[in-house]
């Protein structure tokens, strides 16, 4: 009974977050007035993702990596299959600019469907997370944390990278926080390495999700020193083999990747034209107005008590910590401070309010799989 009163929670939240996210989904779409639509990212994604790379007729490079190529071929495989089943219409002979427009808008919102649902994923993702070492309420807490979170609604029903970039980088947090009770600890770990690779090959700086897996690792004190040596390595390599096959440009077009990838680099460092001049420090602009906007501010102070009272019971949760504010280091250190940028910190911020309600005083399962929680469907 408690298993179908889980399952029931977690679908809920779940669908809290995908119908917030639905009601959104068709706004800026091409139409007969304008042929793009009003995000600027979303038809360079698009040029990529539908006209440029197709897996199905083995065409994987796009010649574009200013961002990871994951989730461009996870919108290429959905696009082309929707196309190729009918769902998605084609073009006549000689189309006029409003029918090119149509077409652009069935892609971007079929493609914004994905990333609706892989933002209403991370939800219950985050919130399973806390839920194993802090209980379901709390977890549930934490995952509503993230359905109802303002800036990452907005973006779910854009065909960007953010997004789905979170959603990986929530998946390697569980599986961080997993390893402390697991019991294939290494299995664990690799898959959480994985995830750290996917979210890498989706915004490259994400990668430091592997972090929150390694510190579980390491204030795991069961395993020998040699043996979480080891096991750190073989996690890295996994998380760049991942990296490797989830973004081949890297060694099938590297002149390329490499170019594009420096680019980025140059371009984050030297400003974006006069956007954030005169913005002050990048460390305290993401805070105000990102991070008080984006997550909103009350959130972002029953985060931070969260975590500051009740984080400590819970050294399961520090290597979400240490790679969130690892994350948020190396983002304020840079001169392009665009709100989206801090969407990887969300899963932290989502824990921090979850642990709000967890149980005074601690509950004996603060070290093991909360009640319910066991039947989780991510590997351990």
Known sequence: MQRYRSIGLWTAVFGIALGIRLIGIGWGLPNAERYYSYHPDEWLILLASYFTINPY????????????????????????????????????????????????????LWGRILVVLMGAGAAVVVGRTLAIVAGVQAGIIAGLAIALAPALVVHSDFMTV?????????????????LTISPRPLRTLLWGAVWAGCA???KYNAGLALL???????????????????WSLAATGVAGLTFALVCPGIWADSERFWSHFWYEVRHVGQGHGEIFT?????WLYHINPNLSTGFGAIGLAASLIGWVFYGRRYPALWGILTASLAYYLLIGAAEVRFLRYTFPLFPMLAVGVGLLWTPSPPSPLA??????????PLPR
């Open 162 to 178: 953010d997004v789905p970039t979170t959603f990986f980088v929530a998946l390697a947090f569980h599986q961080a926080v997993a």
């Open 212 to 230: 929150a897996p390694l510190v579980s690792l390491w204030l795991t004190r069961s395993q020998p020193l040699g043996r979480r040596a080891l």
């Open 367 to 376: 070290h093991s799989v909360g009640e319910g929680e066991s039947g989780s």
């Open 200 to 202: 890498a090959g989706s």
């Open 278 to 282: 005169d913005t002050g420090l990048g």
């Open 57 to 108: 007729a083995g065409e994987f490079l796009p010649g574009f990596y200013n961002y990871g190529t994951l989730p461009m071929y996870l919108w290429s495989v959905w696009l082309h299959w929707l196309s190729a089943a009918g769902v998605i219409g084609g073009l006549p002979e000689n189309p006029s600019p409003a029918q090119v427009a149509e077409l652009r808008a069935q892609l971007y």
